[in-house]
Nanobody
């Protein structure tokens, strides 16, 4: 049974930082796209920062480039999202997701390719 478990969400003031973690188990990580989506009320779910476990390629949404950094654990069972310079528009439920697809550079496959999802962790940024 594939499981993704997120942690690290919380409430911070604008300009603050949070570090999210996603621990995965139950499947081979090599060759998978794994990382973070977010969804705010009334908005569609969007890819935020993801990495291709087979090559360490990374994808970032334009809105978070330069502020967020995704990294893989040495054993590839955990991914981290370091979020700096947080803005109120970053407020959302953040979900860890994984799927057998490539991601990196400017390319992110459609959400339907991600078949494994975590429970979500809330990030709230106040102004």
């Amino acid at each position: 049974q594939v499981q993704l478990v997120e942690s690290g969400g919380g409430s911070v003031q604008a300009g603050g930082s949070l570090r999210l973690s996603c621990a995965a188990s139950g499947y081979t990580y090599s060759g998978n796209c794994m990382g973070w989506f977010r969804q705010a009320p009334g908005k569609e779910r969007e890819g935020v920062a993801l990495t291709y476990t087979g090559s360490y390629s990374t994808y970032y949404a334009d809105s978070v480039k330069g502020r967020f950094t995704i990294s893989q654990g040495t054993a590839k069972n955990t991914v981290y999202l370091q979020m700096n310079s947080l803005k109120p528009e970053d407020t959302a439920m953040y979900y860890c997701a994984a799927g057998r697809a490539y991601c990196g550079g400017n390319y992110l496959p459609h959400t339907s390719n991600f078949v494994y999802w975590g429970q979500g962790t809330q990030v709230t940024v106040s102004s």
